[in-house]
């Protein structure tokens, strides 16, 4: 019975050494600016553009590069009614990333990234289910953008200049 369970361990140890990790190397992360990257934001002050900014950037420990980001905010009314109140609001926010290298002092890459989405308001006075559902709609639309601008990074070459 000691021999057998001898042998198994052997089997066990001897099976796992060439085992290798998925993350071993830097080039299988998907966000190549995550704590590498410090953000400033310009133009309409969305709130929860600040506690998502660190969940995809993360801490700024290394500082290689600067993301510059301006939103700019259309609101379009799409159906009004006869006394002038709004029963369709179409929203667009429109966000231009200009990424910089610290070291090079270059910008790497610019791209504008459009989000759309629309509200329905529910009355003309104060409706929580309506501003709820609009700060759910900016939020998504916020992580939307964030996520497609991530998704742009992965054919750029971040040691090359425009």
């Known amino acids: 019975m ?3 369970v001898v042998f198994i361990l052997l ?3 001897i099976s796992c050494g060439s085992i290798e990790f998925v993350y071993k190397d830097n080039k299988n992360i998907i966000n190549p600016l995550y704590q590498k990257t410090k953000v400033f934001t310009t133009g309409v002050d969305l709130v ?12 700024n420990k290394d500082s ?3 993301l510059l980001i ?4 259309n ?6 009614k006869s006394n002038q109140a709004s029963t369709n609001i179409r929203y667009e926010l429109s966000f231009m990333y200009n990424l910089s290298s610290k070291e090079k002092n270059c910008i ?5 990234v459009v989000s759309y989405f629309s509200i329905i308001p529910k009355s003309s006075g104060y409706n929580f289910g309506t501003d709820a559902s609009l700060e759910k709609k900016y939020e998504l639309a916020i992580i939307e953008n964030l996520n497609q601008f991530l998704s742009f990074l992965s054919g750029v070459d971040m040691n090359n200049c425009e």
């Open 48 to 59: 929860f553009m600040n506690s998502y900014l660190p969940m995809f950037f993360g801490d």
């Open 11 to 13: 089997f066990f140890l």
């Open 108 to 112: 790497i890459y610019s791209k504008r």
């Open 70 to 73: 301006n939103i700019e905010e």
């Open 2 to 4: 000691r021999r057998l």
């Open 75 to 80: 609101k379009t009314n799409r159906s009004v």
């Open 64 to 66: 290689l590069y600067e």
